[in-house]
């Protein structure tokens, strides 16, 4: 029904599409210092002060994005849910302090224009998105809300999280180049099922199909080696749903960065959730799943790792060109792999019977 976003190439859901599209990079020299010495490259929102990051930096991004969602004016009245992903690491010291900062200030802003919705923070990372998602989805289903407000945010302009980036020798600094360019931002979805936007006269321009959630055993910092079957299982799912409508996949947009732990996963995972089937019976249910002129983009390359905002982020991105008419897709997949155990895929159309 409504979108927002913003990030260091955009202040908004248009914004953050268009600089997308122009393949525009917002790289800049941080003030942070890379393990070797020298300052770390980072995609970060220059309008910022210099002195805010953390939860400071996460609320004046999300408080944007809310800003953004006009149509929250026409369900204001109504029952509602906000979820919100955020990083893995806020469920730890020393950041979960970050985490009550930030559910303290969004608990106000809620009890002054949304008084009736509840908000849950869901410290899964990267891919927290899809069980958002489906613990959103079952609300509406189920009748509890009429809407839900569903998203991330994340930052990495932290002098606490540069430390621990640091550590795990996971920060770009301009000679490792298996090493992540930091980013940040936050992005936010409502979604409302279709019978309670006729009441309220809204209508949207995409619409969310599915969404898979899946675990991995061999996580990013586990000494068990990756087989992807966690992001395998959350792609599949999507992907056989496909199938079974006898349609191809066009657009895959994923998260992948230059760590080797990732591209090796994706590189696992692809093939496999691809894979047409029809070989264990004689050809009868054969489809070609990835359409001959199947597209790949990987947000990273232009937003730099937005953290636990990159799958909502590709959300608000598919979306927005969903109704635009660029790329010329119909649907996306959009896929995440979070540092711990989360994956998860999730497929966006512009038209759907049932969607949300």
């Known amino acids: 029904m409504g979108s927002g976003a913003t990030n260091a190439l955009g202040f908004n859901a248009e914004q953050t599409w268009a600089f997308w599209r122009a393949e525009t990079t917002p790289w800049t020299e941080g003030p942070f210092h890379a393990a070797n010495g020298v300052k770390a490259p980072m995609a970060i929102d220059r309008t910022l002060p210099t002195r805010c990051f953390g939860a400071e930096r996460m609320w004046v991004m999300l408080r944007r994005c809310l800003d953004e969602l006009s149509v929250l004016a026409s369900l204001q009245?109504?029952?509602?849910?906000?979820?919100?992903?955020?990083?893995?690491?806020?469920?730890?010291?020393?950041?979960?302090?970050?985490?009550?900062?930030?559910?303290?200030?969004?608990?106000?802003?809620?009890?002054?224009?949304?008084?009736?919705?509840?908000?849950?923070?869901?410290?899964?990372?990267?891919?927290?998105?899809?069980?958002?998602?489906?613990?959103?989805?079952?609300?509406?289903?189920?009748?509890?809300?009429?809407?839900?407000?569903?998203?991330?945010?994340?930052?990495?302009?932290?002098?606490?999280?540069?430390?621990?980036?640091n550590r795990q020798r996971r920060l770009f600094d301009t000679i490792e180049f298996d090493t992540l360019l930091a980013g940040e931002g936050a992005a936010l979805l409502v979604l409302c099922l279709p019978s309670v936007a006729e009441q309220v006269g809204l209508t949207g321009h995409s619409a969310l199909e599915m969404v898979a959630e899946a675990e991995e055993p061999a996580t990013m910092f586990s000494d068990l080696p990756c087989a992807a079957s966690g992001l395998s299982q959350a792609m599949r799912a999507v992907t056989q749903a496909m199938k079974a409508d006898q349609r191809q996949l066009e657009w895959v947009l994923g998260d992948c960065t230059n760590e080797v732990?990732?591209?090796?996963?994706?590189?696992?995972?692809?093939?496999?959730?691809?894979?047409?089937?029809?070989?264990?019976?004689?050809?009868?249910?054969?489809?070609?799943?990835?359409?001959?002129?199947?597209?790949?983009?990987?947000?990273?390359?232009?937003?730099?790792?937005?953290?636990?905002?990159?799958?909502?982020?590709?959300?608000?991105?598919?979306?927005?060109s969903m109704r635009r008419g660029h790329p010329s897709t119909s649907h996306c997949m959009i896929i995440s792999s979070s540092e711990g155990p989360t994956r998860g895929a999730a497929l966006i159309s512009r038209t759907s019977e049932g969607g949300r």
């Open 77 to 165: 009245s109504r029952r509602g849910a906000l979820m919100l992903g955020v990083a893995e690491r806020l469920s730890s010291r020393p950041f979960t302090a970050q985490r009550a900062r930030l559910e303290s200030v969004l608990g106000g802003w809620l009890a002054a224009y949304l008084p009736s919705a509840t908000a849950r923070l869901l410290p899964l990372g990267h891919a927290s998105l899809a069980p958002a998602l489906l613990q959103a989805g079952q609300l509406l289903d189920e009748r509890l809300v009429d809407f839900a407000i569903v998203g991330a945010v994340d930052t990495y302009y932290d002098p606490a999280t540069i430390q621990l980036l």
């Open 261 to 320: 732990y990732r591209t090796h996963e994706f590189g696992l995972a692809f093939p496999r959730a691809i894979a047409p089937g029809g070989l264990d019976t004689a050809g009868r249910d054969f489809f070609p799943i990835a359409a001959d002129d199947l597209e790949f983009d990987f947000l990273p390359e232009c937003f730099g790792d937005l953290g636990a905002a990159t799958m909502a982020t590709g959300a608000v991105v598919a979306s927005e």
